[in-house]
């Protein structure tokens, strides 16, 4: 028997889903040498490949924190039905395990040993003493504070570094050495390739990328088990933990709501575009009508009702995570829903232009089917404006949950995503001391994220244009 | 006035630096037109642009002078040279469409040159307005001053362009192909309104241009550039007479015309050399079929062969005395002779022509819907019924497009694109559909092709009716016709690659079905059109325009078709690339047997490559006949009008030209009775009340005016 329970949330599968067909399409790709041309040429591009490395990072995080189990319940008394706790863990969960286990009680700085708002503390002799009280976790190996921090950190810092070194050295040995036997060719020739740049892959950009996550990894590693690097939240949880964790819940609805908008823009957009007459008439009315009720109208419509439906049927969902999870697909789904228009109109107007092309007339005279002319002429020229609509209203979405979540019918309070703590940092930063740090990680967190989808699609859009040489 | 002394103007390309524009020399005088002359990207506009220092954001002049009366264009401050730009040189752009602010009434724009730089205001403006407005020839001037850019035609918004830029009675007016975007006929009458304004104001002018009949009609001296610099420059007259370097004599080899008729136009090997390379010898060397060791090694300098007749040869400079040429003995003259063609088509085996090619006799009923129109009223003659019948028989071809307006979309009207056109071609020969831009041709292309599904009418194809085809049976029948567009650069989908493109026709009709085979005739395609099989993994933006329009005509022929619709397959080439397509056409219609719809507005084109021609007017066929019959007899006065307006080289006497005033009118509401009755020269009362039927000159000739017989009877009688 396996010693825990897996659990497959609705958005897992879809994760999965969305992974094996990833999975299929480079399958058909290698096979294929013409539609590898141009993920070659993107691999030649520096800000190509230093964004992709790091969109990696990004996706490999959402992708550990989305294989969730239960673990069996301690206290078991060899009984035959095995009881498992109601605390849905990720795999990456039990990576960070200490950043998840040390709560402190309410907020405290980056790096603090102390709390950040005083409260009484009894003195040994009885006495009360109202003060900054020194954290559970956060530098409580130091005796003395205020002394030894600066050089704690330093030592720290070095310590890390020192394991980032290591790593990122390995990490150049494992990539010479795996070139070496890829090209057949020396360690040494393989070494020289990389170090001079002489290759048409940029080497030296994408160790400096790896290097630089590796660092971070590193000293985040190092510091984060002795402090709270990005201080704690109202509840005192750590707000790095908290960040990590919202980037899968930012990646799901980023991916997901494109994933179900995407069928509706694509299809309807072309079809209006392509067939125009009545067609064309019906849909425009559509989305029209669409755009002219408030999308939080709908969506909050949407999750109340959704809501009603899961306080009634509580059995469906055993778990708070499952709950949570259900939710966060139904904002998906309706926001994906809400969401095709502005695309669809795009590709209504783009497709009309197509229409008119000759390319497309000389296939209507070989006889070639509405689909096929669709599929072969049409989809592949308006995939320019797909592909830089995704990125930018990746963005968004992850902006309207933050407002969503404002409204009160954004993901589940429960849920760790930028979304809450932006929303959190609402009433933080109107705080006198100001809170800050939720907010500038979350900033951080989703501008590294967005900046670097931006620059990967951007480079994916030059490198699938045969125009662009 | 104008001197331009070593200009070079380089551009920014990434790494490399092209030299658009490296080392031109020139002066124009007052009065003059000085006609600057090369195909495209040979470096005329760079030039002009320069001149104007309107270079676009990767251009810089890194050398050279523009003296306008002494004065260095190039040395004064940008804020200085807003003062000369519009008051002092003037420029009309090639495209009137987007040179006209569409969200401003003409009448401002025009004033807005005035307020800029004279002193005149308000009313005084507005009467200056309207005196230039008059002055290019726009009817009703007070009215017009106020409508926007979309209610003029094309040629009006030239002439506003042309008001515009004489504003300020400029000393050098520079016209960027100032009439390739418009018809013969309004062609016609903007040269001749340019000419008329020269004379008047006396400025100079610098014509840019690619048309050797425009340069012919306009110019007082003509520069030929190649690759950035000048070749060759003359007198008109001297120009025409004698033309001394190889590419020019090449330029004019390679213009179709009815001399040429039956044997290939000549044609130049390779393209023009990329322009960011350094040059050693003469760069028409690998072009030049008289090339020779010094060509390669030493660039030629000017050598004057004449008074103002100067050439940039080594064949006519000092020490051609050495040339092979001369050892050969063949002279100064070196047209014809040795002249390869660049369009080699491997032999082909005679494709197995269709049954319904082979001689057939046809019964009465299957007389074509053409023959029985000019045979009506007359005794058919026993010959004429035994004529076959035609691989295409268009009878009454009717395509109207309805306007619809509100909210419900209803029918508010029709544009009638395409009324009534009969038409017919035999198998192998080529029916050329001739008639100004928005009279129908290409719509009477595509409703044959049923791409647009005709109104009305019959399209019969080897016998069978088209417009009631559908579905599959259609499809079945689309592989014994395709079409070739006018735009090489919009009919080919950038994102395939050409083995994909050439595919797609055969994977759909199912010709040719193993991957294999396929494969094997994509490589045989594209040696037939004179491109090498590695190219079929290549992308279209690879090519240039030709190789791409080359591609096109294969895609057409990949699916083994007997007729081919060209819709002016050649209008956005360059002259010798245009020989080349012609060469290969030809070469294809000899081997293949193919026949051709050729639709065109070049009338030389015509004369050089048609056997049969259709003159069409606002959705109708207002001529028809034999080449001959049309282009040297015609009766029409369109058809005259039309022919007349055409710009021809010529040296000798002055040929008469019939302006037509206004232009074409709406398809959407044309006039009543004879739709050219508002442009004709000889319109009879009778002309207004109903369209006149054809009247038939001979077996093939017909036209439809009330000017030839019964029906002068009839309009003589009411």
Redesign the interface.
């Known amino acids: 028997m396996m010693p825990f329970k897996l659990v497959l949330l609705w958005t897992d599968g879809l994760l999965w889903l969305l992974l094996a067909l990833v999975g299929l399409y480079v399958w058909r790709v290698r096979r294929h040498e ?1 539609l590898l041309q141009p993920w070659r040429r993107l691999s030649r591009s520096r800000s190509g490949v230093a964004s992709a490395v790091i969109l990696l990072a990004f996706v490999a995080v959402g992708v550990l924190d989305s294989l969730h189990f239960r673990l069996p319940l301690e206290k078991q008394a060899g009984g035959v039905v095995r009881h498992y706790s109601p605390e849905v863990l990720s795999v990456f969960d039990l990576l960070v395990g200490p950043l998840r286990k040390q709560p402190e009680k309410t907020y405290s700085a980056p790096f603090a040993t102390q709390l950040y708002a005083k409260e009484t503390i009894e003195l040994p002799g009885g006495r009360q003493l109202r003060d900054y009280p020194r954290l559970k976790y956060g530098g409580a190996h130091l005796a003395d504070p205020a002394g030894e921090q600066a050089g704690d950190i330093a030592a720290t810092a070095l310590e890390g570094g020192a394991w980032a070194l290591v790593a990122g050295w390995g990490a150049t040995l494992a990539l010479v050495l795996w070139l070496a036997r890829r090209r057949r060719i020396s360690p040494g020739a393989a070494w020289s390739l990389v170090r001079h740049g002489r290759d048409e892959i940029p080497w030296r950009t994408f160790l400096g990328t790896v290097g630089m996550l590796i660092l971070f990894a590193c000293l985040a590693a190092a510091f984060s088990a002795k402090y709270h690097i990005f201080g704690t939240d109202k509840v005192g949880q750590d707000v790095f933990y908290l960040t990590l964790k919202s980037i899968r819940t930012g990646l799901m609805i980023g991916t997901l709501t494109t994933l179900v908008m995407l069928p509706f823009a694509l299809l309807l957009g072309i079809m209006a575009g392509y067939f125009r007459g009545w067609v064309d ?1 019906v849909i425009q009315y559509v989305y029209t009508t669409l755009n002219s009720i408030p999308g939080v109208l709908l969506i909050a419509a949407a999750v109340l009702i959704l809501q009603v439906y899961m306080d009634s049927n509580q059995e469906l969902f055993d778990t708070v995570a499952a709950r949570a999870d259900i939710r966060l697909l139904f904002l998906c789904i309706i926001l994906g829903i809400t969401s095709w228009t502005g695309l669809c109109r795009l590709l209504r107007g783009e497709t009309l232009k197509l229409g008119e ?3 497309v ?9 509405h689909f ?1 002319i669709i599929a ?2 049409i989809l ?2 308006v995939m320019h404006i797909v592909l830089i609509s995704i990125v930018l209203d990746f963005s968004g979405l992850v902006l309207a949950e933050a407002v969503l979540s404002y409204v009160g019918v954004g993901v589940d309070p429960t849920m760790q995503s930028w979304g809450n703590m932006i929303n959190g940092a609402r009433l933080e930063m109107a705080r006198e001391p100001m809170v800050w740090w939720s907010l500038a990680a979350a900033f951080v967190f989703m501008f590294v994220l967005v900046l670097s989808a931006n620059l990967f699609s951007d480079r994916v859009r030059d490198a ?4 662009m040489k | 006035m104008l001197e331009v002394n070593n200009l070079k103007t380089w551009l920014d390309a990434g790494k490399t630096q092209v030299r658009a524009v490296d080392g031109v020399s020139f002066a124009i005088n007052r009065n003059e037109t000085f006609a600057l002359l090369g195909e495209s990207g040979c470096g005329k506009s760079m030039t002009a642009l320069s001149i104007m220092r309107l270079l676009p954001e990767a251009g810089r002049i890194v050398a050279g002078s523009v003296n306008l009366d002494g004065q260095d264009l190039l040395e004064l401050p940008e804020i200085a040279m807003r003062t000369v730009r519009g008051k002092r040189i003037a420029m009309i752009f090639q495209e009137p469409m987007t040179s006209l602010n569409p969200v401003l009434t003409v009448g401002r724009q025009i004033a807005e040159t005035l307020y800029r730089h004279t002193a005149l205001r308000g009313d005084a403006a507005r009467v200056r307005v309207l005196e230039l407005l008059d002055a290019v020839g726009i009817p009703d001037a007070q009215v017009r001053y106020h409508d926007y850019p979309f209610q003029f035609s094309g040629g009006m918004k030239q002439r506003v362009m042309i008001a515009i830029a004489l504003a300020c009675e400029p000393d050098l007016l520079i016209a960027d192909e100032p009439t390739t975007a418009l018809d013969v006929t309004i062609q016609a009458q903007v040269l001749e309104l340019l000419r008329k304004l020269q004379r008047e104001h006396g400025m100079a002018v610098l014509l840019i241009t690619h048309d050797l009949g425009v340069v012919s009609e306009m110019a007082h001296r003509v520069a030929v550039m190649y690759a950035g610099e000048m070749v060759e420059t003359a007198e008109r007259g001297e120009f025409f007479a004698n033309p001394r370097h190889p590419y020019t004599r090449k330029l004019f080899a390679s213009l179709p015309g009815a001399v040429r008729r039956g044997e290939p136009l000549e044609t130049m090997r390779g393209n023009v050399p990329p322009l960011d390379s350094d040059f050693v010898g003469c760069r028409f060397a690998g072009r030049c079929d008289f090339a020779w060791r010094r060509c390669g090694e030493e660039a030629p300098e000017w050598s004057e062969v004449a008074p103002g007749h100067a050439v940039r040869c080594h064949l006519v400079g000092s020490g051609a005395a050495n040339s092979p040429l001369c050892k050969r003995g063949a002279g100064g003259d070196f047209s014809g002779a040795n002249i390869r063609d660049t369009v080699e088509i491997p032999p082909n085996p005679p494709l197995q022509r269709g049954e319904f090619c082979s001689t057939r006799q046809p019964s009465s009923q299957e007389q074509s819907c053409v023959h029985r129109l000019a045979l009506k009223g007359r005794e058919a003659a026993p010959e004429q019924r035994e004529r076959p019948v035609p691989l295409l028989d268009v009878c009454d071809l009717k395509i109207h497009f309805p306007i619809r307006k509100g909210l419900l ?1 209803r029918v508010a009207g029709h544009v009638y694109a395409v009324d009534g056109v009969s038409l017919a071609i035999g198998c192998g020969r080529t029916l050329a559909l001739v008639g100004e831009s928005g009279c129908g041709k290409t719509t009477v292309g ?1 409703g044959i ?1 049923q ?1 647009i599904r005709p109104t009305g009418g019959s399209v019969r194809f080897a016998g069978e009716e088209l417009t009631q085809l559908k579905g599959a049976a ?2 079945a029948r ?1 592989a014994d ?3 070739v ?3 090489p650069y ?8 050409i083995a994909d493109i050439l595919e ?2 055969m994977i ?2 199912g010709t040719a079905s193993p991957p294999a085979a396929r494969q094997a005739s994509v490589d045989s395609l594209l040696q037939q059109v004179g491109l090498s099989p590695e190219s079929k ?1 290549r ?1 279209p ?1 690879e090519f240039s325009g030709g190789q791409r329009q080359r591609v ?1 005509i294969a ?2 022929l990949a ?1 083994k078709p007997k007729l081919l619709v060209c819709d002016e397959p050649t209008s956005a080439l360059d002259v010798s690339v245009q020989a080349q397509i012609l060469n290969l056409l030809r070469g294809l219609q000899d081997d293949l047997g193919l026949a051709y719809l050729f639709i065109t507005h070049n009338l030389a084109v015509v004369e050089y490559f048609a056997h049969e021609v259709a003159v069409m007017y606002l959705g109708r066929i207002v001529e028809r006949g034999s080449v001959e019959e049309v282009m040297h007899a015609p009766r029409h006065p369109y058809t005259r009008a039309l022919l007349s307006a055409v710009p021809v080289i010529e040296t000798g006497s002055k040929r008469e030209v019939i302006r037509l005033s206004g232009d074409l009118p709406s398809p959407s509401n044309p006039p009543r009775g004879c739709h050219f009755h508002p442009r004709c020269p000889h319109v009879m009362p009778v002309c207004r009340l109903n369209y006149p039927a054809a009247t038939g000159f001979s077996a093939t000739h017909s036209a439809r005016c009330y000017l030839y017989g019964e029906n002068r009877e009839n309009g003589g009688g009411i």
Do not use: C, W
Not at chain 1, 363 to 368: D, I, S
Not at chain 2, 492 to 497: F, N
């Open positions: 013409h008439d092309m000759e390319f007339q000389a296939a209507t005279a070989f006889g070639v089917g096929r072969r002429h592949p020229n699938f244009d045969p125009r | 979309k595509k092709l791409l259609l499809r689309r016709f395709q079409i567009f006018q735009d919009s009919s080919l989908d950038p994102r395939m690659r797609e026709g759909s009709l993994y992308y933006h096109a895609r057409a699916v």
